[in-house]
């Protein structure tokens, strides 16, 4: 069986799948147009991000068994059309869920005792305790929006503090003892924290909206690891400038490409773009929550394993 990677991945992933019997053949630098010219003689596909999965790209891909997607994110395949053609879907959300978690911690406990700020006053030459008093995680309420692997990941790491963890998902009975989960609007009474841990669907595009913000009962400090997609940026900061939301840790952003790997792709910056990266209580990453060196790995050897027992 021959599988077609789009993107380039971990060596072990590939070196995985060739112990496995498999010829591999990379299309890092193909086209769409190149690729939808010769989908047609593989029984794999590995993707993360590049190009949409779509009926027309699916409808020339006769031979296709399987799609194998290096990380968590579907929303760039149409699951109707694959499963429609009886083609297996694997992803690996257990590849980087801890690698999410930590990071998430780490955006929390940074914005929180004003790190990334206190660090940049420095090097300018300031010398400013009393504007750089943080606060404690002890003893606040935390909400986890989407209670899958990584926000399962999340919770069991905050639960070394002593804070209150609660959780909302759209499944129901997902909470454990990291996390009780309740409904949204409880989880908008009692958090002081929000973090977001969902999907990109219909549902969630421009979750965190004025609506939302107004919604929340405590000012709080908002996490986005999950899509950029959930969050209106106008809207974040308009809430971050009446300090309704006390800061922001975002490591991904509405204005990303579909690749992930830019979001410097027009020559004037939005203006709430511009105003995040000049924001001292904003705290940005470039979508590498989940990229970590081990998660790299992991992702990888996850594919790989999903893909022998699909087959073996």
């Not at 107004?214 to 950029?228: I, K, Y």
Request: glycine content about 8%.
């Amino acid at each position: 069986m021959k599988i077609l990677h789009l993107e380039e991945n971990h060596p072990t992933l590939i070196e995985g799948l060739q112990a496995l019997g498999f010829q591999n053949d990379a299309a890092y630098k193909d086209s769409l147009k190149e690729i939808r010219a010769k989908i047609d003689q593989y029984e794999g596909l590995i993707i993360r991000s590049k190009y949409p999965i779509d009926e027309d790209l699916l409808a020339r891909a006769r031979k296709l068994k399987f799609i194998g997607r290096v990380g968590a994110g579907l929303e760039n395949i149409d699951v109707n059309a694959v499963e429609s053609r009886n083609i297996h879907l694997l992803n690996a959300p257990e590849g980087n869920r801890n690698a999410v978690g930590e990071h998430a911690l780490g955006m929390l406990l940074s914005l929180m005792n004003r790190l990334n700020s206190g660090d940049a006053a420095i090097r300018s030459g300031r010398w400013d305790r009393e504007g750089h008093r943080g606060w404690e995680l002890s003893g606040r309420t935390v909400g986890i929006i989407g209670y899958g692997n990584t926000g399962k990941s999340f919770a069991q790491k905050l639960s070394g503090f002593t804070v209150k963890t609660l959780c909302y998902d759209i499944l129901d009975n997902v909470g454990d003892k990291f996390a009780r989960q309740v409904s949204l609007e409880k989880l908008q009474s009692q958090c002081e924290v929000i973090s977001l841990h969902i999907p990109q669907t219909p549902q969630t595009l421009g979750m965190i909206n004025n609506k939302f913000i107004a919604n929340m009962t405590h000012p709080f400090w908002l996490l986005n690891t999950a899509r950029g997609s959930a969050v209106v940026t106008v809207d974040l900061v308009e809430g971050l400038k009446s300090k309704k939301v006390l800061g922001a840790g975002l490591d991904v952003l509405e204005y990303e490409t579909r690749s992930f790997m830019t979001t410097f792709n027009e020559e004037e910056l939005p203006p709430a773009l511009k105003y995040l990266m000049d924001a001292d209580h904003v705290l940005l990453s470039p979508h590498v929550a989940g990229w970590t060196q081990e998660s790299h790995v992991k992702l990888a050897t996850t594919i790989v394993e999903k893909v022998k027992k699909l087959f073996f």
